[in-house]
């Protein structure tokens, strides 16, 4: 009998014979979501046998949903992420400007997934446009609730915006909107608990995996009560909670000013020779830059939704683009989680044969082993840096390479599976 995944307390309960909900996607999410589905059910069958193994219970979002049930994003879907604890999504269309919302960030929102995680590390025999793309291994964690992104926004000249300009002039002495009658407006809410949440995340990952530091980035430089409030939390929330399992550069600089730059220097020392993950931090500029110069820096980055937007892009783009860049967003406290392919529904190849699997894949590799099925998750990513190895692509990395085999998107999953 197949059963669904729980969480009591600390400890996610799963049993040998599980649900997971899955919504195919958009786009080219019909091609990659049951190529990478496949690849998974032979990753555990060849791990643990008939022991364990998983039901795919499909769930509808995006242009499917609104065929069946004429809504873009139904409630049972929701109820089934919600019920299940762990899904998959493929890509969802969002539609630009005027009208609905964005699918993706409503989910994330309605379960408050607050961390979305990616990880990025290069692959052999994929070409990146870094001279030593191997420096590169990062995790962000981006928050995913919060900032400009909350969708807090009202368009000029409706009476909203006016409304909004009139209680900042009025109200609260504004006078720097520089056009203030033809001016849209969004906010920025960014909070202690929102902060320190996915900070604590970040620190305890770092812990767990035995990582050497955190960075938290940010743009506090201009946007001091948002931004640089999120760096003054995350560094309380570092120092209060994980106490002697880390070393902040704010600790840094106390000591600096005590006693001195030699005193600060062995401390930080003393720290990383204690195995303490460093807790540091940068504005979101120069970050970028250095992602590029020196990535080596990295480790684990903390940031809010805005950056964490745009950095998770370029980190992807460094170690050969969207197409194998996996993701997934996480309430770290209930347990609720959804591994998803980070690209977009890619129209432009859409139907084709052509799609690159390999993002969702490798965030179910991740799902794999959140739910503790590490050896069918060590499985597909072996498999994974195997087929690429042997020179065996799809179109988008192709391009890069001209001493690659070019595979669609079934062929290349097939691949994936006789090197399983
Ligand atoms: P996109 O990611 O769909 O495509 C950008 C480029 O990358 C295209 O050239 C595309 O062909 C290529 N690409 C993307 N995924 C690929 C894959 N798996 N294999 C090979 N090439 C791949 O971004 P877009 O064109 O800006 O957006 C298209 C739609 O997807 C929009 O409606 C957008 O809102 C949506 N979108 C959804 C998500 C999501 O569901 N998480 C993320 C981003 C964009």
Redesign the pocket.
């Known amino acids: 009998m197949y059963e669904k995944i729980t969480k009591t307390g600390e400890n996610l309960h799963v049993p040998n014979r599980i649900i997971i909900p899955y919504v195919e ?4 999410g019909a091609e ?1 979501t049951p190529a990478a589905l496949k690849v998974v059910d032979r990753a555990v069958s060849r791990a643990y046998g008939k022991g364990r193994s998983i039901e795919w219970k499909e769930v509808f979002a995006g242009s499917k949903a609104l065929e069946k049930t004429g809504s873009l994003l139904p409630c049972e879907t929701v109820e089934a992420f919600r019920e299940y604890l762990v899904g998959v ?8 400007g005027e009208g609905s919302r ?3 960030v409503t989910l994330r929102q309605t379960l408050d997934l607050y961390v979305c995680l990616r990880p990025v590390r290069s692959f052999r025999g994929i070409v990146s446009p870094l001279r030593e793309p191997q420096k590169v291994n990062m995790t962000v964690f981006r928050e995913n609730t919060e900032d400009i992104y909350a969708g807090i926004e009202w368009m000029q000249g409706t009476p909203e915006a006016l409304k909004f300009m009139n209680f900042l002039s009025c109200e609260m002495g504004v006078s720097k909107v520089r056009f203030p009658q033809t001016s849209s407006f969004g906010v920025k809410p960014v909070s202690v608990e929102g902060s320190e949440r996915l900070v604590a995340a970040a620190v305890e990952y770092a812990i767990k995996h035995k990582l050497p530091s955190v960075t938290l980035v940010h743009k506090g430089n201009i946007m001091k009560y948002t931004e640089g409030g999120f760096k003054r939390w995350g560094y309380d929330v570092a120092e209060r909670r994980y106490g002697d399992r880390v070393f902040t550069m704010r600790q840094y600089s106390e000591i600096k000013n005590r006693n001195g730059e030699n005193e600060a220097s062995k401390a930080l020392e003393e720290a990383r020779h204690a195995g303490k993950v460093i807790i540091k931090d940068v504005i979101a500029d120069a970050f970028l830059q250095n992602t590029l110069l020196v990535p080596e820096e990295y480790s684990v980055i903390a940031t809010l939704n805005l950056n964490g937007d745009y950095i998770s892009d370029q980190l992807a783009a460094m170690v050969g ?3 194998i860049a996996p993701g997934a967003n996480i309430n770290c406290l209930s347990g609720h989680a959804i591994f ?10 859409a139907g084709r044969d ?6 969702l894949l490798l965030s179910l590799a991740m799902m794999l082993e959140y739910i503790g099925w590490d050896d069918a998750a060590n499985l597909i990513v072996s498999s994974v840096e195997k087929t690429f190895a042997q020179g065996f692509v ?3 990395l192709a391009r890069f390479n001209s001493r690659t085999e070019t595979l669609g998107t079934s062929r290349f999953a097939e691949t994936v599976i006789n090197n399983l």
Not at 354 to 359: K, L
């Open positions: 996607g958009d786009g080219v990659i999504k493929g890509p969802l269309t969002t539609p630009v964005s699918l993706n683009g969207i197409g998803e392919a980070t690209h977009g529904t890619a129209p432009d190849i052509m799609a690159n699997p390999s993002s799809t179109c988008d």
